[in-house]
């Protein structure tokens, strides 16, 4: 008696609270649909048609943006999320001086799954 007491006296704060629906957060938080699976294939010519300009090939760098090969944008100092909102959001220059980066309007939350996967596997391949 005394444990469904308190359950029911923790749980009174509860009522009336509107809980995130999980599209809402898949969608704030630039996440693909949950039963996508990333492909290295669509995420490489996404990356070249749409990253290489600045980044480089490979993800290695150019003159104009930083190589996302680099420690700096490992998973343990940038996680994928950070990748995501990048894309979504533009990044204030940081870490380089290349200056910001854009908002990528034309890139979906399927596609930059892709290109992180194939990020991801270039910078193992560079280390």
């Given at each position: 008696?005394?444990?469904?007491?308190?359950?029911?006296?923790?749980?009174?704060?509860?009522?009336?609270?509107?809980?995130p629906?999980?599209?809402?957060?898949?969608?704030?938080?630039f996440?693909?649909?949950?039963?996508?699976?990333?492909?290295?294939?669509?995420?490489?010519?996404?990356?070249?048609?749409?990253?290489?300009q600045?980044?480089?090939?490979?993800?290695?760098?150019?003159?104009?943006?930083p190589?996302?090969?680099?420690?700096?944008?490992?998973?343990?100092?940038?996680?994928?999320?950070?990748?995501?909102?990048?894309?979504?959001?533009?990044?204030k220059?940081h870490?380089?001086?290349?200056?910001?980066?854009?908002?990528?309007?034309?890139?979906?939350?399927?596609?930059?799954?892709?290109?992180?996967?194939?990020?991801?596997?270039?910078?193992?391949?560079?280390?």
């Amino acid at each position: 008696m005394k444990y469904l007491i308190s359950v029911t006296l923790l749980s009174l704060p509860l009522l009336g609270c509107d809980f995130p629906d999980p599209e809402q957060i898949r969608e704030n938080q630039f996440l693909p649909d949950k039963n996508f699976k990333p492909n290295i294939r669509i995420g490489e010519a996404k990356y070249n048609s749409s990253c290489s300009q600045c980044h480089g090939k490979s993800a290695r760098g150019s003159s104009i943006g930083p190589p996302l090969v680099h420690k700096l944008y490992l998973p343990n100092h940038h996680a994928d999320q950070s990748f995501r909102w990048a894309v979504r959001d533009g990044v204030k220059q940081h870490h380089w001086h290349f200056g910001d980066m854009p908002k990528m309007k034309d890139i979906t939350p399927e596609d930059i799954a892709n290109i992180i996967l194939y990020v991801r596997t270039e910078q193992r391949n560079a280390n």
